[in-house]
């Protein structure tokens, strides 16, 4: 496939895990802007301290929905605090490498893990755990301008 | 592998028939320097001169008012760089161009910019065509150089070339146009069009990669561009890559012969495409006038995706098309062109370019919108910027 994409970003493409949305979510997060060109939404379900289901939503280009997908996969039944760890890099590694000028959809998709998770504490009442604060603080052209 | 539909022939053509026949006798045989004096050498200097001919009448010009070049983009850079330099020598420092002109133009203008040159970008409204009142208003005294593409490479709009040819020739302004997707498929005269300078690269019009020309009429002082031997008369230096100009004279000959009923057949199928996708998919623009439209030119935007992931889905499909979307371009901003015609970035990321041939044919185009339906509607399910608009719609 073009663009320079391994086989594993191909399948997660056009195969992609966990779209969708679920209803009564416990925690929603979206990140990211049309006029930047990606948008990602995430959805969880979470049961006692594990993240028992996850759904996503993506707007953008191959990448953004590859990455998406496969974040999605790599927290599905994963307790909260180890998806809170969930970088970017293992989702870069775990889609065997992204295109350099596609780094940032992977930044992303590691913020809308950390905004979902942020959403639920805060439905909660409860204190937002500081792994939660994003790193990026949504400047995009800082990471590909 | 299974069948691939090539719908990109504004980023290139496939190498046709004629130029393949015209280059491998030249690549395996007559291999002779055509300046050398020997009789290898002077049958390599007549297939150089027949080229020329051939390319020179193809466009209502002379033989000696064409210089070869290594593509569209050396020979926008020749011309606005040098006559900017004349320009400059008589303290003319300003040119009159447009805000979507291919990079290889507007990236030599702002070099211009940066050492003293003021340059006027017209608008080209919504439609994306030039207004030649605003071009004329434009015109300064110290104006030295108007360049206005011919057709625009992503929407396909075709300017009012011979009005703004009319308009420059008054004024005493040389006018270039970067003729680049308009040779071989749209009939060109530079005489009665009035056009001093022209650029065309070979590999549009199925000639081989890495050969074009510079048309630069007689009277038009064009100075050196590449320092050394006396090719090209003197101007541009460099053995002559002979066997892709012969290939870009057989083509460019070819696509010359019954051009106007292949338009034809090609335009028809544009607008089936364009007709069928906007009855068809809801919420769609169609970038670009409709009627000044090169004959085989779909751009559309789809709102609420993306048009990279869009372009991957065809490619899957077997469909190579081409998007300009930031994501496709490796920067934030999405096509200048899309955004001059005024489109939001958000409207901007969703284009999609689809750009037909005589090599295409019907069942392709059915194919096309038999699937392009379902891969808008799977990616918009899937998008947030569609369920915003989708909500909004229902409040």
Same mark, same amino acid.
């Given at each position: 496939?073009?663009?320079?994409?391994?086989?594993?970003?191909?399948?997660?493409?056009?195969?992609?895990?966990?779209?969708?949305?679920?209803?009564?979510?416990?925690?929603?997060?979206?990140?990211?802007?049309?006029?930047?060109?990606?948008?990602?939404?995430?959805?969880?379900?979470?049961?006692?301290?594990?993240?028992?289901?996850?759904?996503?939503?993506?707007?953008?280009?191959?990448?953004?929905?590859?990455?998406?997908?496969?974040?999605?996969?790599?927290?599905?039944?994963?307790?909260?605090?180890?998806?809170?760890?969930?970088?970017?890099?293992?989702?870069?590694?775990?889609?065997?490498?992204?295109?350099?000028?596609?780094?940032?959809?992977?930044?992303?998709?590691?913020?809308?893990?950390?905004?979902?998770?942020?959403?639920?504490?805060?439905?909660?009442?409860?204190?937002?755990?500081?792994?939660?604060?994003?790193?990026?603080?949504?400047?995009?052209?800082?990471?590909?301008? | 592998?299974?069948?691939?539909?090539?719908?990109?022939?504004? %980023?290139?053509?496939?190498?046709?028939?004629?130029?393949?026949?015209?280059?491998?006798?030249?690549?395996?045989?007559?291999?002779?320097?055509?300046?050398?004096?020997?009789?290898?050498?002077?049958?390599?200097?007549?297939?150089?001169?027949?080229?020329?001919?051939?390319?020179?009448?193809?466009?209502?010009?002379?033989?000696?008012?064409?210089?070869?070049?290594?593509?569209?983009?050396?020979?926008?850079?020749?011309?606005?760089?040098?006559? %900017?330099?004349?320009?400059?020598?008589?303290? /003319?420092?300003?040119?009159?161009?447009?805000?979507?002109?291919?990079?290889?133009?507007?990236?030599?203008?702002?070099?211009?910019?940066?050492?003293?040159?003021?340059?006027?970008?017209?608008?080209?409204?919504?439609?994306?065509?030039?207004?030649?009142?605003?071009?004329?208003?434009?015109?300064?005294?110290?104006?030295?150089?108007?360049?206005?593409?011919?057709?625009?490479?992503?929407?396909?709009?075709?300017? @009012?070339?011979?009005?703004?040819?009319?308009?420059?020739? /008054?004024?005493?302004?040389?006018?270039?146009?970067? %003729?680049?997707?308009?040779?071989?498929?749209? @009939?060109?005269?530079?005489?009665?069009?009035?056009?001093?300078?022209?650029?065309?690269?070979?590999?549009?019009?199925?000639? @081989?990669?890495?050969?074009?020309?510079?048309?630069?009429?007689?009277?038009?002082?064009?100075?050196?561009?590449?320092?050394?031997?006396?090719?090209?008369?003197?101007?541009?230096?460099?053995?002559?890559?002979?066997?892709?100009?012969?290939?870009?004279?057989?083509?460019?000959?070819?696509?010359?012969?019954?051009?106007?009923?292949?338009?034809?057949?090609?335009?028809?199928?544009?607008?089936?495409?364009?007709?069928?996708?906007?009855?068809?998919?809801?919420?769609?623009?169609?970038?670009?006038?409709?009627?000044?439209?090169?004959?085989?030119?779909?751009?559309?935007?789809?709102?609420?995706?993306?048009?990279?992931?869009?372009?991957?889905?065809?490619?899957?499909?077997?469909?190579? %098309?081409?998007?300009?979307?930031?994501?496709?371009?490796? =920067?934030?901003? @999405?096509?200048?062109?899309?955004?001059?015609?005024?489109?939001?970035?958000?409207?901007?990321?969703?284009?999609?370019?689809?750009?037909?041939?005589?090599?295409?044919?019907?069942?392709?185009?059915?194919?096309?919108?038999?699937?392009?339906?379902?891969?808008?509607?799977?990616?918009?399910?899937? =998008?947030?910027?569609?369920?915003?608009?989708?909500?909004?719609?229902?409040?």
């Amino acid at each position: 496939m073009a663009m320079g994409y391994s086989e594993k970003v191909r399948d997660h493409f056009a195969n992609p895990r966990n779209v969708g949305k679920l209803d009564n979510a416990d925690g929603i997060g979206e990140v990211g802007n049309a006029v930047c060109g990606d948008i990602m939404k995430i959805y969880l379900k979470i049961d006692g301290d594990v993240i028992s289901d996850v759904r996503f939503n993506t707007f953008g280009c191959g990448a953004a929905i590859a990455t998406s997908s496969m974040a999605t996969e790599m927290i599905k039944g994963k307790p909260i605090d180890e998806a809170l760890k969930l970088t970017n890099r293992a989702v870069v590694e775990a889609l065997d490498g992204l295109p350099p000028a596609k780094l940032h959809c992977s930044v992303l998709a590691e913020q809308a893990v950390k905004a979902a998770v942020a959403d639920y504490y805060q439905k909660k009442g409860l204190p937002v755990p500081e792994e939660c604060v994003s790193s990026c603080g949504g400047d995009c052209a800082h990471c590909c301008g | 592998m299974e069948k691939i539909i090539y719908m990109d022939n504004a %980023a290139t053509t496939s190498t046709g028939r004629a130029a393949l026949d015209a280059m491998i006798p030249v690549l395996e045989k007559d291999y002779g320097n055509p300046s050398s004096l020997h009789q290898l050498g002077q049958q390599a200097a007549d297939l150089l001169a027949d080229a020329r001919k051939k390319i020179a009448s193809s466009i209502g010009a002379q033989p000696d008012e064409i210089y070869f070049t290594s593509g569209g983009t050396e020979a926008d850079n020749w011309a606005i760089t040098q006559i %900017a330099r004349a320009g400059a020598e008589k303290g /003319k420092k300003h040119i009159i161009s447009t805000a979507f002109e291919h990079h290889a133009v507007l990236h030599t203008l702002k070099r211009l910019e940066k050492s003293g040159f003021t340059v006027t970008l017209l608008d080209v409204h919504k439609d994306g065509i030039v207004r030649v009142d605003e071009l004329e208003a434009a015109i300064r005294p110290d104006t030295c150089l108007v360049t206005v593409m011919y057709a625009n490479n992503e929407i396909g709009t075709v300017q @009012p070339i011979a009005e703004i040819g009319a308009v420059c020739r /008054k004024h005493g302004i040389p006018f270039h146009t970067d %003729a680049v997707q308009a040779v071989g498929h749209l @009939p060109i005269d530079v005489q009665k069009e009035k056009i001093d300078l022209l650029s065309m690269s070979a590999h549009k019009f199925h000639g @081989p990669k890495g050969i074009g020309a510079l048309y630069c009429r007689r009277g038009i002082r064009l100075t050196n561009f590449i320092e050394g031997g006396a090719q090209e008369r003197g101007k541009r230096g460099g053995t002559e890559n002979l066997p892709a100009i012969c290939g870009m004279a057989a083509a460019l000959e070819d696509a010359c012969k019954g051009m106007d009923e292949r338009a034809k057949r090609v335009a028809a199928m544009r607008d089936r495409i364009i007709d069928g996708i906007v009855q068809n998919i809801p919420h769609v623009l169609v970038n670009g006038d409709r009627e000044h439209r090169l004959p085989g030119n779909v751009n559309i935007c789809f709102e609420g995706i993306e048009g990279e992931s869009l372009l991957l889905r065809l490619d899957l499909e077997g469909i190579c %098309a081409s998007s300009g979307s930031a994501c496709t371009s490796g =920067s934030l901003d @999405p096509s200048h062109v899309l955004l001059a015609i005024g489109l939001p970035k958000e409207v901007a990321h969703g284009s999609l370019r689809l750009t037909l041939d005589e090599g295409n044919t019907e069942q392709e185009v059915d194919y096309l919108l038999h699937v392009l339906p379902g891969i808008v509607s799977g990616l918009r399910d899937m =998008s947030p910027v569609w369920e915003e608009m989708m909500a909004a719609e229902n409040n």
